[in-house]
């Protein structure tokens, strides 16, 4: 089952999940695959970032972002992120990837991903920073902009230490990048 049959379901059960708030976690479960592993039998690194997109995207339709994007010509666009493996997902492996907005500071909103095991053991954790652009406006969303166009009451916490540690090496990064021109 590759990604598109994965999005399929998600998008087919996700109204029987109900509407998403800031701070909760979207909880997805899957099975490691052949279509998934590498050569040493386990969930290989670009499948993580996949299945996180189908929990960020989880998350963005149940809190109806994906509605107001479309109404407003906004692109909900990642930013960047970090992950740290833990323990491997193996072959036919059950797991759970839960996603959530944790928190958003300016124009970035900061997301979380974990892969759990049946056991309860984390086996990944994704942190992103993305955004949303108005492509009308051509800028970038402040997310409380984004928060009241779908009408939600919801107040962001401060960025804990993991949080900002994450955010200042991305920030440097980024503008590593942008001076290689």
């Known amino acids: 089952m590759y990604v598109w049959a994965r999005l399929a379901r998600m998008m087919a059960t996700a109204k029987s999940r109900g509407d998403y708030h800031m701070g909760e976690e979207s909880r997805l479960g899957f099975r490691c695959l052949p279509t998934d592993i590498d050569a040493n039998l386990h969930l290989n690194n670009a499948r993580y970032m996949m299945l996180a997109d189908v ?25 960047g992120l970090q992950t740290v493996f833990v323990r491997e997902i193996r072959l036919w492996q059950r797991f759970d990837v839960l996603s959530s907005i944790e928190t958003w500071e300016g124009t970035q909103a900061i997301g979380r991903h974990r892969f759990v095991l049946e056991s309860g053991e984390t086996a990944a954790v994704i942190m992103t920073t993305a955004g949303v652009y108005d492509r009308a406006a051509r800028r970038f969303l402040d997310m409380e902009e984004v928060v009241i166009a779908l009408g939600k009451q919801a ?13 200042a090496s991305h920030t440097a990064m980024r503008a590593a990048a942008k ?3």
């Open 55 to 79: 929990g960020r995207i989880d998350v963005f339709l149940r809190a109806g972002l994906w509605q107001a994007a479309r109404k407003h010509r906004w692109a909900p666009m990642l930013g």
């Open 155 to 167: 107040t962001p916490r401060p960025l804990d230490a993991d949080e900002r540690s994450f955010m």
């Open 179 to 181: 001076a290689q021109r």
